[in-house]
C-alpha cells in the first residue's frame, strides 16, 4: 500500500503563503495521480488540486491563480504552494493518490490543518 505523510500546515494570516508537502512511500512514478483535497468546519471534503505523472494539472476554480501543484520525483513528493491565502481556505488538507489499474486503488494521508486569520 502507498502511505502518504503531509506536512506544512500552520496558522497563516490572509494573504500570506504556506508550502504543504506530501511525501509517498513509494516511487511516484508507479502512481498516476496525485494531489490534494481539503475539509473546512461544517463543510463537505473537496478537490483542490491534481497532478498526473504526465505532468497535467487541475485546480479547483476557487484556487486557480493562487495555488500551484508540483512534483518532485526524486524525493516522491508533491508539493501545494498556495499564495494570497484567505479566510475561506482554512481546513484540513489531505494528501491523495491514485494508482490506475483494473481495479484502481487510492490512497489518503492523516491530513494537515490550515488555519488562515483576518
Known amino acids: 500500500q502507498v502511505q502518504l505523510v503531509e506536512s506544512g500546515g500552520g496558522l497563516v494570516q490572509a494573504g500570506g503563503s504556506l508550502r504543504l508537502s506530501c511525501a509517498a512511500s513509494e516511487s511516484i512514478f508507479s502512481i498516476n495521480v496525485m494531489g490534494w483535497y481539503r475539509q473546512a468546519p461544517g463543510k463537505q471534503r473537496e478537490l483542490v488540486a491534481i497532478i498526473t505523472s504526465s505532468g497535467t494539472r487541475n485546480y479547483a476554480d476557487s484556487v486557480k491563480g493562487r495555488f500551484t501543484i508540483s512534483r518532485d520525483n526524486t524525493k516522491n513528493t508533491v508539493y501545494l504552494q498556495m499564495n494570497s491565502l484567505k479566510r475561506e481556505d482554512t481546513g484540513v488538507y489531505y494528501c491523495?493518490?491514485?494508482?490506475?489499474?483494473?481495479?484502481?486503488?487510492?490512497?489518503w494521508g492523516q491530513g494537515t490543518q490550515v488555519t488562515v486569520s483576518s
Open positions: 491523495y493518490a491514485l494508482r490506475a489499474g483494473i481495479p484502481p486503488a487510492d490512497y
